[in-house]
């Protein structure tokens, strides 16, 4: 178990570095693609391509975005003992929540500052998942569905999205 903290922590701060980094010349400029909620800044929704090692998109942080999260954290299954990032990943979706996101989910109860959505590339046959980081520095991740996603997928165009 402490490995696999370990791992988890590890891997949840490259995956933080990548989206602190600053924007990439292709993304478009975070004030274009910013939200202002209930009077505070709200940072974009990023969409990262490992195999590129680049933001492919920017969208901006809307309600309906925040209730497809909310959605996904409902839907999905127990606590995953696996994470996968970088070329395994075909992208992942940064979500910040503002205000944070309450959850209870597998027995534990936290308010979610920033999800990550970590989609598998076709060919690896496995479920996203769900990367919860809580505003009291707890890491969670979940086990998504396709099914549960399918919606969101469509709606924002992300089939068609390069990654690779």
């Known amino acids: 178990m402490p490995n696999l903290l370990f791992r988890t922590a590890v891997l949840a701060a490259v995956a933080a570095a990548v989206f602190l980094s600053a924007a990439l010349p292709s993304s478009p400029p ?12 709200v940072p974009p929704v990023q969409i990262y391509a490992p195999a590129l090692d680049q933001v ?11 209730r497809s999260a909310e959605t ?15 070329e395994e990943s075909r992208l992942v979706l940064r979500i910040p929540m503002h205000p944070p996101l309450p959850v209870s989910k ?17 060919e690896i046959k496995e479920n996203p998942q769900l990367l919860a980081f809580s ?24 089939e068609d ?4």
């Open 56 to 66: 492919v998109r920017t969208l901006p942080n809307t309600r309906d975005i925040r």
């Open 30 to 41: 975070l004030a274009r693609a910013a939200s202002i909620r209930d009077g505070a800044f």
């Open 106 to 122: 597998a027995g534990l109860i936290f308010h979610c500052r920033e999800l990550f959505l970590l989609v598998p590339l076709p």
């Open 161 to 164: 999205l390069s990654y690779h």
């Open 135 to 158: 505003t009291g520095d707890g890491t969670y991740i979940f086990e998504c569905t396709w099914e549960t996603l399918r919606p969101f997928w469509k709606q924002y165009g992300l």
């Open 72 to 86: 996904w954290l409902a839907a999905a299954g127990g606590l995953s003992p696996r994470l996968r990032i970088q």
